[in-house]
């Protein structure tokens, strides 16, 4: 079975700086995909980016990048020019990419990050 | 707002009882999924439908059930209901039953008293 490992319960960044979250899990499988999703107060769930595994380029979206290194079966979210509104649980998912297999998100267990002024 | 609709926001209830949850996919998406978020046991996969067919179960109890209508609506039923029970229930929808991305709805809260 895969496992989602986050190692940071809490982080903190400051106003227009830069934060890195860290995500590793375990696996067998080849194909897969990795997702970040945040949620904020509000308790939504909401997909920061997405990172196919059989593409070794790096995701981006805006202000978020991830750094992926697939032998190391590390997959970090980068923040940069924090924002308060970026202040939410954020979440590392993983998800099969084998036909016939359940397509169940298997989720870490969050960092929470507070964004100061 | 992701498309994905979930009523009721939140729900109160006493130990025994029943309950039911709903939830609308976005337009289009075949394949429905439903999640529990709880604090001992964080998120977690309960069950998946596709175009009215189950596909796939997680930790799901025998004292849930879930299906999905012809419309492609989805309900979670919960009976018999514990203290433990109390959690988020999430409602996601995607696509088809491929690695495509799934979109949640806010959710329902559910209170068991």
């Known amino acids: 079975a895969q496992t989602v490992t986050q190692s940071q319960p809490e982080m903190s960044v400051q106003e227009a700086e830069t934060v890195t979250l860290s995500c590793t899990y375990d696996?067998?499988?080849?194909?897969?995909?990795l997702f970040w999703y945040k949620q904020p107060p509000s308790r939504q769930m909401i997909l920061v980016i997405r990172?196919?595994?059989?593409?070794?380029q790096n995701a981006t979206e805006n202000r978020f990048s991830v750094n992926f290194q697939k032998a190391a079966k590390s997959f970090s979210l980068k923040i940069s020019d924090s924002q308060l509104g970026d202040a939410a649980m954020y979440f590392c998912?993983?998800?099969?990419?084998?036909?016939?297999?359940?397509?169940?998100?298997?989720f870490g267990t969050g960092t929470r990050l507070q964004v100061t002024l | 707002d992701s498309g994905v609709t979930q009523t009721p926001k939140h729900l109160i209830t006493a130990t025994g009882q029943r309950v039911t949850l709903r939830c609308s996919p976005r337009s289009g998406d075949l394949s429905v999924y439903w999640y529990q978020q709880s604090l001992d046991q964080g998120l977690q996969f309960l069950i998946q439908y596709y175009n009215g067919e189950e596909r796939a179960k997680g930790n799901i109890l025998e004292r849930f059930s879930a299906q999905q209508f012809p419309d492609l609506h989805s309900e979670l039923n919960l009976s018999s209901l514990e203290l433990g029970d109390s959690a988020l229930y999430f409602c996601a929808s995607s696509k088809d039953s491929d690695k495509n991305i799934q979109y949640f709805g806010a959710g329902t809260r559910l209170s068991v008293l």
């Open positions: 998912a993983y998800l099969s990419g084998h036909t016939g297999t359940a397509s169940k998100l298997t």
């Open positions: 990172q196919e595994a059989y593409k070794q």
């Open positions: 696996t067998s499988e080849s194909d897969y995909y």
